[in-house]
């Protein structure tokens, strides 16, 4: 939650999310995560690596999750998918394998190069003219209420500042009896104290 956060902090946070995200975009994710990323990531992740083995590398090389949202539940043919905080957009296009051509996704990143940089993976992958890309808040989402079968995000919620908000958010645009495939990181101790009030914890 952000309730103990100020104004400045909370812009400072946002802003060095953005910032972090841009950099991945445009550079990739080497060396901006501590943890395993691209085709090796999804691997460790165990992701379902029959469905994107013709992706070029460029696309497998652009993950960066932190988890495998795909192994919490089946997404089927002809759904309406949401990817909130879709990155370059690796999930996104797996989702649209699995929906098919009668389903349809929507990949959603706050960070307007990453929504470039996953437009430009879509186009690598010519076949799948079942997904959309654009810019927008976690807690707000930009779509009409009771819009998605399935909600898919991975390692999104621990950055986002109001985690309620963003919640009631996403079970809004959820169909009844929707499912939320939330693939995150947790912290499951204290901090350091010499860590414990640092914004930077946010993006690091």
Do not use: H
């Not at 691997?43 to 999750?65: N, W």
């Not at 957009?89 to 394998?97: C, E, I, N, P, S």
């Amino acid at each position: 939650m952000s309730s103990d956060l100020t104004e400045k902090e909370m812009a400072l946070i946002r802003q060095g999310i953005k910032e972090k995200y841009v950099r991945v975009a445009q550079t990739g994710s080497g060396g901006c995560f501590q943890y395993p990323t691209g085709a090796e990531g999804m691997r460790l992740q165990g992701y379902p690596l029959d469905l994107v083995k013709d992706f070029p590398k460029t696309i497998l090389d652009s993950f960066c999750g932190v988890g495998n949202p795909f192994s919490l539940g089946p997404i089927r043919e002809g759904e309406v998918v949401l990817d909130i905080g879709c990155g370059a957009g690796v999930d996104t296009l797996m989702a649209a394998r699995m929906v098919g051509p009668k389903g349809r996704v929507v990949g959603l990143d706050v960070t307007e190069e990453m929504i470039q940089r996953a437009g430009a993976n879509l186009s690598l992958v010519p076949s799948l003219n079942n997904v959309s890309f654009q810019v927008g808040e976690t807690e707000s989402l930009p779509f009409p209420d009771k819009e998605f079968d399935v909600i898919i995000s991975n390692g999104v919620f621990n950055l986002t500042l109001n985690k309620a908000k963003a919640l009631k958010e996403t079970y809004r645009v959820l169909k009844p009896g929707g499912r939320l495939l939330l693939a995150d990181m947790v912290l499951v101790a204290e901090l350091p104290q010499e860590r414990a009030g640092n914004v930077e914890n946010w993006y690091q």
